[in-house]
């Protein structure tokens, strides 16, 4: 299990797909490109996906600015999301007693495409915890998550 900051960090297995496609580009574009590798889009997403999961979610999982409010309805304010840039959005759960933060998904151009949303993260992510995958409710989503995910 992953560790940072005093927090158990576990990742439920739609944020664990979308990292492992992640990770298989990174991979790809290292071999083709050594010398510019870096300069990658996908390169730089996996890069900041990390840090944010890693070091600075971690840091504080309370802070007032992952707070998305009604955004998704009162249902859902438990949920919080970590903004990468303008684009992406990462959602997680946390619980201070356990220490447990649980990354659930975040927002990319192939899930955006196919539920016929064009650019609202929020509303793509709403549908899934509406079909519980990933669950809304919080012993669920632990039974659901793993902590295999390392970079």
Avoid at 12 to 24: A, M, P, T
Avoid at 26 to 49: E, M, T
Avoid at 76 to 83: D, L
Avoid at 123 to 134: C, I, S, Y
Wanted: proline letters at 5%; hydrophobic letters at 40%.
């Amino acid at each position: 299990m992953i560790r940072r900051h005093g927090w158990h960090l576990l990742f439920h297995d739609c944020l664990i797909g979308q990292l492992r496609k992640l990770e298989e580009a990174v991979a790809r574009v290292k071999v083709h490109d050594p010398a510019g590798f870096a300069a990658n889009a996908n390169v730089k997403l996996f890069n900041a996906l990390s840090r944010l999961i890693l070091e600075t979610v971690p840091r504080d999982p309370n802070c007032d600015e992952y707070r998305q409010g009604n955004t998704m309805g009162p249902a859902f304010r438990h949920w919080r999301r970590a903004k990468i840039g303008r684009r992406f959005r990462l959602f997680f759960r946390f619980d201070s007693k356990a220490r447990i933060i649980i990354f659930a998904w975040v927002n990319d151009k192939d899930s955006l495409r196919s539920s016929g949303s064009k650019s609202d993260p929020y509303a793509v992510f709403k549908k899934m915890l509406l079909r519980d995958h990933p669950p809304n409710d919080w012993s669920s989503l632990l039974d659901a998550s793993k902590a295999d995910w390392k970079p």
